[in-house]
């Protein structure tokens, strides 16, 4: 009829769930013709506790307590619930928070080096069986030659290095930098020879200071260590970036 008004309600509602055992909250969209007993049983899937373990509370959004929801026959939507309201489900089967994600109380299962060895399913066996990777005594002696050769050319490339010397820095997969050398040599955070360089720009990473230990000194964001192979020494002056210009 005309002027009538009709008011329709959303017939699902999100809601937020917190449980005694369960820290974390989630959130779910149920149905408000759903009865409270079943509510328990989709709750039960939610947090754990089982559905006849459980007695519901409800809290509004702003987390104000409101009621007990435990009429197994009432329709959740007899409730005043509204969306992101709170549904608190209190656990009374002697369950303790946190009972089924602590691990701590786990008893470990721990096999010893030698009982491994002995297994003929495991993957050391499989490696062993098929002479995959460091079982493979030809290609890694054939590795460790090459890794060999390669740190002997770093270094006779880091012996033709000097600090003070003007550089391009060519990184593969990054464009080439100009550069001034401050520091050749061996360095703690990683094995074998590094170039400690001074960008001209700020395309670094430190300032010369790695792991607390400083090689050499430079602005913030200048200064870089490189693999001396990457490292062209020649005559490259610094370039002017316009930065007395207006």
């Known amino acids: 009829m005309e002027g009538q008004v009709t008011i329709v309600t959303n017939p699902l509602v999100n809601v937020r769930i917190t449980s005694t055992i369960y820290a974390v909250e989630v959130q779910r969209r149920f149905n408000r013709g759903l009865c409270i007993a079943d509510l328990k049983g989709k709750l039960e899937m939610a947090v754990g506790t089982p559905a006849s373990c459980m007695d519901l509370e409800l809290f509004s959004v702003s987390d104000k307590f409101l009621l007990k929801m435990n009429d197994n026959d009432a329709l959740l939507g007899s409730y005043p619930v509204d969306d992101d309201c709170r549904i608190h489900v209190i656990d009374n089967s002697g369950q303790q928070m946190g009972e089924f994600t602590d691990v701590s109380q786990v008893e470990r299962f721990e096999l010893s080096d030698q009982a491994y060895e002995k297994r003929t399913d495991s993957a050391r066996s499989f490696m062993k069986k098929h002479r995959v990777g460091r079982f493979n005594e030809e290609e890694t002696a054939k590795k460790q030659e090459e890794n060999a050769a390669r740190e002997n050319k770093q270094k006779a490339a880091a012996e033709a290095i000097s600090v003070g010397n003007r550089c391009q820095v060519q990184v593969p997969g990054q464009p080439t930098k100009l550069a001034s050398v401050m520091y050749v040599g061996t360095t703690d955070f990683k094995p074998g020879f590094w170039v400690g360089v001074k960008y001209d720009e700020p395309l670094g990473?430190?300032?010369?200071?790695?792991?607390?230990?400083?090689?050499?000194?430079?602005?913030?964001?200048?200064?870089?260590?490189?693999?001396?192979?990457?490292?062209?020494?020649?005559?490259f002056p610094e370039e002017d970036y316009g930065l007395d210009e207006m």
């Open 205 to 235: 990473k430190h300032n010369g200071t790695v792991e607390g230990k400083q090689y050499f000194d430079c602005e913030n964001k200048y200064g870089a260590f490189v693999k001396p192979l990457n490292v062209m020494v020649g005559d």
